[in-house]
């Protein structure tokens, strides 16, 4: 695990404090803190609704919070936009991978972030493709071929393919929206293995939702239970488990039970 020194102290790579959301009457945050240094994953957890897409939406510039702060690499920060977080190397993964299936892996790669033959406006494919092959050689994704179009991938190939697009975006904080949902037990390890390579190679700092516990434990070094805008539950992975979690989690439905039979 690395960090930043920052005027001689080690720092966080980010660190959100006492962040707040409200959309109108619901309180989607409420005084909600965290931290992840390079070479660290933090898993976030939680039931749908618990609050935590609000806070990816936040740390990458999508929302604005109520109240709280962001700090990057021991710097305050007031995100004002998706490309300004992006700016200061935060990128997300979202879940519906934002891919062009149409097009090769390597256009994908590079989607809005294009090589042209300067001074021509040409986009240099080539020097595209081989730039492409050496990004995910580098974190270890196999795929076919990088002219291959992106919607003949399977599942996790186009997983990776959407991660390698981040990192390979100069991504010093990393956010995944569920990146292992929908997927069976070969490419959800695949992914999992992928985040472990890209954690230890390339010293980013990710910040992992997701609902399988016992994947989880498995990549994460620290778990952050959300519940009703809350976390409730914040531990070191080796020092929780599946158990444990599920119980937290079953106790809240306990609760909400009895609070809807008193009416």
């Known amino acids: 695990m690395s960090a930043v020194e920052h005027d001689g102290r ?15 009457p619901v309180r989607a945050l409420g005084d909600v803190s965290l931290s992840v240094r390079r070479g660290e994953v933090v898993g976030l957890l939680g039931d749908n609704g618990a609050g935590k897409s609000t806070l990816v ?59 042209r033959r300067r001074p021509l406006p ?25 002219h291959t179009p992106t919607g003949q991938l399977s599942g996790g190939q186009r997983q990776a393919i959407a991660v390698a697009r981040a990192v390979g975006a100069e991504s010093r904080i990393l956010l995944l929206d569920e990146p292992l949902a929908a997927m069976g037990a070969k490419e959800g390890a695949m ?18 939702i997701a609902h399988n516990y016992a994947q989880v434990l498995e990549i994460c070094d620290e778990v952050k239970l959300l519940q009703n805008g809350s976390i ?8 929780t488990s599946v158990a444990e979690l599920n119980e937290v989690v ?14």
Do not use: C
């Not at 929302?63 to 990128?91: C, F, T, W």
């Not at 040409?122 to 071929?145: K, N, Q």
């Not at 992914?191 to 700092?205: C, F, G, K, N, Q």
């Open 122 to 146: 040409w986009l240099d494919d080539r020097r595209m493709a081989r730039e492409a092959e050496r990004r995910l050689d580098e974190i270890g994704v196999s795929i076919p071929s990088v």
């Open 191 to 208: 992914i999992l293995d992928l985040i472990r390579r890209i954690r230890d190679r390339r010293e980013v700092a990710i910040v992992m």
């Open 57 to 115: 939406k936040i740390i990458s510039g999508f929302l604005k919070p109520d109240a709280g702060r962001i700090v990057i690499d021991g710097e305050q920060v007031a995100l004002q936009s998706v490309v300004h977080a992006q700016s200061l190397g935060i990128n997300t993964v979202y879940q519906d991978l934002a891919l062009i299936d149409s097009l090769p892996v390597y256009r994908n790669l590079f989607l809005n972030r294009e090589l």
């Open 10 to 24: 080690v720092v966080d790579a980010l660190r959100v404090e006492h962040i707040a959301k409200r959309y109108g």
């Open 232 to 239: 409730t539950l914040d531990r070191r992975a080796h020092e």
């Open 250 to 263: 079953v106790e809240e439905y306990r609760r909400a039970r009895e609070a809807i039979s008193r009416g």
